[in-house]
């Protein structure tokens, strides 16, 4: 059995403890690799590492960092294949979605970033004729990047390469339950002539790896993506040391949909939106709210899709739209809402239960789509994040009283809006709790905007600029003319 290794100052180490940590498919419910059970030491000699390279690096003019970048990309997406086939074995997700959507975002992302930084402005304050300011960006220094089981490599590259393309260099985690494309990478880095110690990749678990990098007092920022509830613990330890936090958390994501909407794109995309990746990314749609006029017709369509469309089958197969949820424990925790939601006195129109998607997958992770009705905005299963493919529909007849739903829970990560009212839809749109606002689409994503969300979904925006703002220090020149 494959056993993965951390990537430290350019070469392949296990842990030092010698320990290792089993690596489950989800969709047979087998091991089939292990990764290092690494702790502190391993960070700080990553740590160490990373500090060793900074100041060659730093230095490396923008245009030669953005050269290696590309040359990552370019790798990424000449393994496109190979990659998937990896992403779709340790997640559980179709591979048509790690073929389609994970992989080539993994390569987008460096690719954009690469050129980011060659068109990257600084401003200029003139006080009339008597002192000019210009602000002065200059790298960090060693950085921690933290990401997630839902979008393992996409959204691993998604903070590596800002971090890199600013000048910094990266102590970096990826999901102990899914840690294989982030292995993958630290070998095309080696192949792409990527220095030694500019990006190192350390595998383990949250508590002892991810914690190590968030306490280590060289690494002077930390980039995590994962539940709110790691976010809060991760902020205790480091806002004292006064790093710098980027936290993109949980969300509970309103849907809104008006009667005036296009209903066939509506229909269409609530399907997606709803059950991409199982359930299983932070923007999709949980709670559907559906004007009274066309809730019925709405919502038995939309069962009908998913009884048809989205059927839990093995996620080798090319057709397969619904694969695995990623751990047993996962989806003992969504079964558990389903049950609460039964309890809160919902009715389940379609799902409800754990699926058998039959063959090699017989002892996988699989749940039946579930769409529930009857249930209050204000129930525990419309207000805690499920994080599986689990929905809730909900009627309601006016604009104040949808935005009071949509409003009411602790997150605040994104929205949608259908409606061909455009007035309408800049106006909600502008008093939605949510930092990312989708009106007749979802998932729309042009990487130079802001990304990231209130209240419990997090703290900071990624994306674009931001992120490369995030991961620098500013300084301001004021000069006397
Ligand atoms: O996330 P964790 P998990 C939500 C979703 C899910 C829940 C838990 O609701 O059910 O979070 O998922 C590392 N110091 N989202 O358990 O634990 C950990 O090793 C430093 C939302 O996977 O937050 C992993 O690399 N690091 C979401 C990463 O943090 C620590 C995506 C995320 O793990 C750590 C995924 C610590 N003390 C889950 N503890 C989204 N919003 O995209 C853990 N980690």
Redesign the pocket.
Known sequence: MEKIKNYIGGTFRPAQSGEWLDNVNPATGEIYSFIPDSDEQDVGEAVEAAKAAFPEWSRTPAAIRSKYMLDIAERIEAQLEELAMDETNDNGKPIWLSRNVDIPRASANFRFFATAILHWETSTHMMDDTAVNYTHKSPLGVVGC?????LPLY?FTWKIAPALAAGNCVVA?????TPLTAYRLAQICIDAGLPAGVLNIVHG???KA??A??EHKDVKAIS????????E??ARTAAPMFKKLSL????KNPNIIFGDCDFEDAVKTTVRSSFSNQGQI?LCGSRIYIEQNIYEKFRDELVKRVQQQLVPADPLMKETRMGAVVSKS?KE?VLSYIELAREEGGNILTGGAEADAGGRCKNGYFLQPTIIEGLSETCRTNQE?I?GPVVTLQPFETEEEVLGYANCTPYGLSATIWTSNLKRAHNLAHRLDSGIIWVNTWLLRDLRTPFGGMKQSGVGREGGYDALNFFSETRNVCIKL
């Open positions: 933290i990401s997630p089981w839902n959204l985690k990826p999901s102990e339950i678990s949250g508590p991810g914690q990098i968030v995590f993506t994962g539940g709110t509830k790691t976010g613990g991760i993109e958390l949980g969300g932070c996962h925790k994040e994080f």
